[in-house]
């Protein structure tokens, strides 16, 4: 793998330890909204084509209701160290679990919407004590797992301009924080864009950038593209027409969108359940791609820490930015899931950065570290470790 790096020592004081522990009283309130949920009507047999079927989601949240225990995935979460601290305005919920590895990487990995720091926890294992899990303990990291601003824990935001790059600012001064000088970087989704901002940030600390789900806009000359990457440029037709919507609400109208979703729990299972369902390598519903009480655990977070509108405040801020992007000169991976929502064009990819990695993954969808936590682990671990040559 890479020269080593600089083991963190956090700057004192400025790090604090959290730990989750929702009020009993907000899970009963939770249950007793599910209880008086006042059901749509629906068509018969439209199946998914107009949105998440009544007949569906009528059984997950009955299962919510009864089967599903956010005690026990409290639990879970909590089994890994956490903590909160204050950048820009903003308070930063964030895993930080070190590698019993002397010389193990530090990697800041970066969630996106409708995603969560819970994506992650199926691959920490590996990525930090690959030694336990049969792994070579050079392909080693210390992982830092922050909750993007507006998100979960850290969530919600309180003042505007939070976009996509003053994230990134904020991720280089939390690994700034805890003493990391030098680092990789790995997200998808929003992370994916993060993740490359805080290459331009701080270049001169990014050993390399790993991506999945990585968007490449339709903003260059199709004139000279491969028949790959012709069908790919077609996906993102198809993702205007039929599987944007959510993007045209919540980079305009987040505020209005934020009304129904913060007061009821099922309106926002659905807004996100219709994304694990078009977004995974999935067979009919979302759970043969996720496991489902993982998909509710992450709805679940969004509607305890009532961040459905801060979230998606990420978008109204950020979409001035989105085709406007530097080239970036960091050592770039791609890792591309066949099943995501959109997929990279390669040639318009190689105009904004420098790949030196690309994996076409044999399945697998948007929720990678969700859906196939051993692939996205090796594809890390083999990009990160290519980069001695550089």
Do not use: C
Request: charged share 20%; no cysteine; proline share 8%.
């Amino acid at each position: 793998m890479k020269t080593p790096t600089t083991a963190g020592t956090p700057v004192s004081g400025a790090v604090r330890p959290f730990r989750a522990a929702i009020e009993q009283a907000a899970l009963d309130d939770l249950n007793d909204r599910l209880d008086r949920t006042r059901w749509p009507d629906a068509l018969p047999d439209a199946g998914w084509e107009y949105g998440v079927p009544v007949t569906y989601l009528r059984e997950l949240v009955e299962y919510w209701r009864t089967g599903y225990d956010w005690r026990s995935q409290e639990e879970r979460l909590n089994a890994f160290p956490q903590f909160l601290t204050e950048i820009d305005g903003a308070d930063v919920h964030f895993l930080h679990v070190r590698s019993p590895e002397p010389d193990a990487v530090p990697l800041i990995m970066t969630h996106g919407w409708p995603g969560s720091v819970l994506e992650f926890l199926d691959v920490i294992g590996p990525l930090t004590d690959p030694r336990s899990f049969g792994g070579d303990p050079a392909d080693a990291f210390h992982v830092v797992i922050p909750s993007i601003p507006g998100y979960g824990f850290s969530g919600p935001t309180r003042e505007t301009n939070w976009d996509y790059r003053r994230v990134a600012r904020a991720w280089a001064e939390l690994m700034e924080r805890l003493g990391y000088q030098r680092y990789g970087a790995q997200g998808g989704d929003w992370g994916s864009g993060i993740s490359r901002e805080l290459g331009l940030v701080v270049p001169e600390r990014l050993i390399g950038i790993h991506l999945n789900s990585p968007p490449t806009f339709p903003v260059g000359d199709p004139s000279g593209l491969g028949e790959l990457d012709r069908q790919r440029l077609d996906s993102w037709a198809r993702h205007q027409n039929e599987t944007s919507g959510y993007v045209a609400v919540q980079s305009t109208r987040p505020q209005t969108l934020a009304y129904a979703l913060n007061d009821s729990p099922v309106g926002q299972l659905a807004w996100i359940v219709e994304k694990f369902q078009e977004w995974t390598d999935s067979t009919g519903v979302p759970e043969s791609a996720v496991d489902r009480d993982h998909m509710l655990t992450n709805v679940t977070l969004y509607w305890l820490t009532a961040t459905a509108g801060s979230s998606a405040r990420l978008y109204k801020e950020s979409a001035r930015a989105w085709t406007d992007a530097a080239p970036s000169r960091v050592p770039t991976g791609f890792a591309v899931f066949p099943h995501d929502i959109t997929l990279p064009v390669r040639a318009f990819a190689e105009e904004l950065d420098h790949i030196v990695h690309w994996t076409e993954m044999p399945r697998g969808g948007h929720f990678a570290a969700m859906e196939e936590p051993k692939l996205l682990v090796a594809d890390i671990q083999t990009f990160f470790r290519s980069l001695s040559a550089y």
